[in-house]
């Protein structure tokens, strides 16, 4: 194979290809999901996390910054590149000199050290001394859309493009790896933006999967800059106080198109709610001592068949509700 330094084309080569390799990442990644929320915008209406609609022009600043991130990181390639011929890297090329065993764990422990390398320089960025210079563009967009994943100033890319090399420094790592690794990061961070809740709104309470971050814990992020600093696992955030009072309460703080009805409509859906639990409503039932209380979301939407009528749904939470009930002073 020819040696990456033995011509300035082979240079230039070589960084076309990781250049187009890391652009080409994030526009397949966040186009997909921009598609799927898009064709599939009715079934996931009631999953939006946020009333507010992104800002005119948004996307296209969150694309030509997210461009400049893509060749930031084709640079940062480079030079791993580069380095890794110069024998100063522990990449390595054959799967047989650590074992299939390693390279499954080396993504794991590689995913791990992100999240909580992510976490502790996402904290640092936001110091006020740092944030205007380091994040401040990517905090542009309160209401973030699969497009803001890499709409990062130039110092916040080079911030995130280092961990890689200095971890091939520390541990050996497999192309492989870093290939996948890539992967799931860029799939969860155009997940985490894309402003639709697409995890099992319970899943924040589940004693094992609750330990990942669902879309909300980032949306909360973008909304309130003072929380929810951590990316693929939620517990940095819980060790270190830094978790968003909300997140755990079942609420995503939208509220949804309800919000938009004109107060009689809601009323009537209200008065009839009362009606049906009256004890008129249910005269053959006998009268019971134990008390119940039920808590439910109410969605009231234009009829999918028939958008002049309105429907409502019933979204049950009840293991949030609960939660929710036992805070309430
Ligand atoms: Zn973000
Ligand atoms: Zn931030």
Redesign the pocket.
Known sequence: MESLLSSPDALIATWRMIFIHDTARYLIAASLMAAILAVFSQQFAARKLQDRQPKPGQIGREIRYSLLTGFIFSINGLLTAIATELGWTQIYSSVGDYGAGYLILSLVVMVVLHDAYFYWSHRAIHHPALFKWVHRT?HRSRT?TPW?AYAFDPAEAIVNAVFMPMLALLMPLHPLVIFLFMAHMIIRNVM??SGHELFPRNMKHHPVFGALTNVLH?DL??RDMNHNYGLYFSWWDRWMGTEHPDYRKGRDGAKRRAGKFPLPVRMSFVSLLMLAGSPAANASTPPTTEVQTVTANIEIAPCEADRERLCASVLWEPACEQETAERRP
């Open positions: 990517h973030p803001t985490g933006h980032h992020h973008h």
